[in-house]
């Protein structure tokens, strides 16, 4: 089966690539974008309409996926899965180009030795030293050891036995030991999630702090690109001289003419692109799925976005406003 996984790029960082022979695992704690594209690309076609004339003739571009393997996912990216997967497999339709990419793809994952200041998967309640995925590895003690999750990850060690070799784990239980304990000491690992707890929805949609916070943004988008979770998408059709092409790509809820309709734009000002999309990962996503949070803790926006906002300033804003009221009302 092919096989992808985190390969430094020429900038540095880490992108997921096609294995060839010489190509070598990247160090990076993570790659630039998650491993999601693999699941839902960044542009993918859904129908063609060819025309004679007043003859249409439709087609479906979809080529055939076979098996493929990803290496080295993070556990963030990991938890991520099962955010999509709940909007795209176990929802009414199911998404059916998704979900066809999401049966041949087999997931390993890596679990971290060295997470970053930006990272706060532990927040979310996600092991950055188990992770999740059909098989799950670890390289410890200068072996690579992996053991399986699932039946896809069954079948994939059972492809490769013949490499495999039995070894105590102790190595590894020493490891996750010492992942946790770092990821545990993080800055961001603690923060004060009950503000956003469903309850107190509409005081936090009108909070005037929405305005402050949203004064520097400027809507390029690049948090929601980054981001695991991030699941909108815009549908377009491109004429090629011959024909209509229908695709689909990724669209982010920070762009003016996100869901932009004939009669309007529902949200007109970046201060309310900016709160939708920090609502909908702490409070929107939450309330429809059992209070699980949109968010990973990957700290790919705190990484990337040109300003330095993102979703820990966020709460910390709204848990400082909380602190002051209470004291002013004490």
């Given amino acids: 089966m092919p096989l992808y996984l985190p390969v430094d790029n020429p900038s ?18 993570k790659t630039v974008r998650s491993a999601k594209d693999f699941f839902f690309p960044k542009a993918e076609g859904l129908v063609n309409f060819k025309m004679d004339g007043k003859k249409i003739e439709i087609e479906d571009p979809r080529a055939d996926v076979g098996d493929f393997v990803i290496f080295g996912v993070r556990a963030c990216d990991a938890a991520s899965f099962d955010i999509l997967d709940a909007v795209y497999l176990n929802m009414d339709p199911v998404d059916s180009y998704y979900k066809n990419r999401r049966d041949h793809g087999t997931v390993v994952t890596l679990a971290c030795t060295e997470p970053a200041k930006t990272c706060f ?24 050891y992996i053991k399986a999750n699932t039946e896809k990850g069954e079948r994939l060690l059972a492809s490769v036995r013949q490499l495999l070799s039995e070894r105590p784990d102790g190595a590894v239980s020493a490891q996750q030991a010492e992942t946790r304990a770092k990821a545990e000491a993080l800055p961001f690992s603690h923060i004060d999630l009950s503000k956003f707890n469903g309850k107190d929805m509409l005081a936090l949609f009108n909070s005037p702090l929405w305005k402050k916070l949203s004064e520097s943004c400027v809507g390029c988008g690049t948090c929601t690109y980054v981001c695991p979770t991030c699941m909108c998408f815009d549908i377009r059709d491109f004429d090629d001289g011959s024909g209509v092409k229908r695709f689909r790509c990724w669209d982010s809820c920070m762009y003016s003419d996100f869901t932009k309709m004939a009669a309007a734009n529902p949200r007109l000002t970046q201060t309310e692109r900016f709160r939708q999309r920090f609502m909908h990962k702490l409070v929107y996503y939450p309330m429809a799925h059992d209070g699980v949070k949109s968010c990973v803790g990957c700290g790919r926006c705190l990484e990337s976005c040109p300003i330095h906002m993102n979703i820990v ?18």
């Fill in 12 to 29: 540095g960082k880490a992108d997921f690539q096609k294995w060839t022979k010489g190509v070598r695992l990247s160090s990076a704690l």
């Fill in 121 to 144: 998967c532990s927040l979310y309640g996600i092991d950055a030293a188990e992770p999740k995925g059909d098989a799950a590895a670890w390289i410890a003690d200068g072996a690579l």
């Fill in 313 to 330: 300033k966020v709460i910390k804003a709204f848990n400082e406003q909380a602190e002051t009221q209470d004291g002013g009302n004490a």
